[in-house]
């Protein structure tokens, strides 16, 4: 599957012009030697493997749905991040099944013009809601999996921490997660405004309706937090006012089990009474 960034804005002129115009592949084909920055045959190549055109009952080119979708974004931007994400939906190229690890994890392995292709699209150092869900929808796309409700719940929790963390120190935090899901935290931010030491933040975050909050936490993200200076769990309770519980490493250690013989953990649920969350947090702000 051909990746270039000139090809892809070609194609989106290309059906721009049939959707306002009546003309066969064949007449298409005879009457450019070349078609905006690449030739004809690599547009009906392109556009009829990415399923973007059809032919009418007349024999006419014609744009399908998905290709309609390319035309009715707002922008060539916006319509090349679509363009992107269908081909790789569909041809689930091998580069594409690191996508989830992380946007800066997965962007060293790709090919020189699928790198222009993202930074053109302005997918690699945006934090828009849109450029975001991007991301999340194809690493799940790529593995067969569709958006789920867990994932949104979590990233409600990572806006909420970096809204929170502007406020507090007046410093912007970096969305580590966005860039890397290996990292063992999902937010680098400071421990002051009056101290830039960096503190790592793991988020968690509950939608439930009942007083049981149930928070996932995996090996790699507690061995982290084991050996770094600064490190919190920011435990929100999402509601009509979302509320936030702060954790530390000490106090978290009590929920953390201990491998015997040949037996290790990886993954853990630890769950939690508002209740109990408001008295842990009432704990430390008398210390």
């Known amino acids: 599957m051909i990746f270039s ?7 989106q002129k290309f059906l721009y012009f049939i959707s306002n115009s009546t003309i066969k592949a064949t007449e298409f084909n005879n009457a450019f030697q070349r078609y905006e920055a ?3 045959q690599i547009i009906l190549e ?10 009418d009952k007349n024999g006419n080119l014609t744009t399908t749905v998905r290709g309609k979708e390319i035309i009715e974004q707002k922008d060539m931007t916006y319509a090349l991040r679509v363009q992107l994400k269908h081909m790789i939906e569909m041809n689930k190229p091998s ?21 222009q292709c993202f930074k053109e699209a302005e997918l690699m150092n945006s934090y828009d809601k849109e450029v975001i869900k991007w991301w999340d929808v194809l ?17 409600t929790g990572e806006e909420l921490t970096l809204e929170y963390e502007r406020k507090r120190v007046n410093f912007e935090p970096k969305w ?12 680098l931010s400071v421990v002051s405004s009056e101290d830039s030491t960096p503190l790592r ?7 439930n309706v009942s007083n049981i909050h149930t928070f996932y936490l995996t090996r790699n993200e507690w061995n982290v937090a084991e050996v770094s200076e ?23 250690y009590n929920h953390i089990p201990i491998n015997n013989g040949n037996g290790s953990w990886e993954n853990l649920k630890i769950s939690f009474t508002l209740e109990e969350l408001t008295n842990l947090n009432k704990k430390r702000n008398e210390f």
């Open 139 to 155: 690493a799940l796309a790529v593995r067969g999996k569709q958006l789920d409700t867990q994932l949104e719940i979590g990233r």
């Open 38 to 40: 690449t030739s004809p």
């Open 230 to 252: 600064n490190y919190l769990f920011y435990l929100w309770v999402l509601s009509e006012s979302p509320k936030l519980f702060i954790l530390d490493t000490e106090e978290m």
């Open 46 to 55: 392109v556009t009829e493997n990415c399923n973007w055109i059809q032919l």
């Open 201 to 207: 933040i793991e988020v968690k975050a509950s939608a």
């Open 95 to 115: 580069w594409s099944y690191l996508i989830h690890k992380g946007r800066k994890e997965a962007f060293q392995y790709f090919p020189s013009n699928v790198k």
């Open 176 to 187: 580590q997660s966005i860039e890397s899901n290996l990292s063992g935290f999902d937010i």
């Open 5 to 11: 960034v000139g090809i892809l804005y070609s194609i």
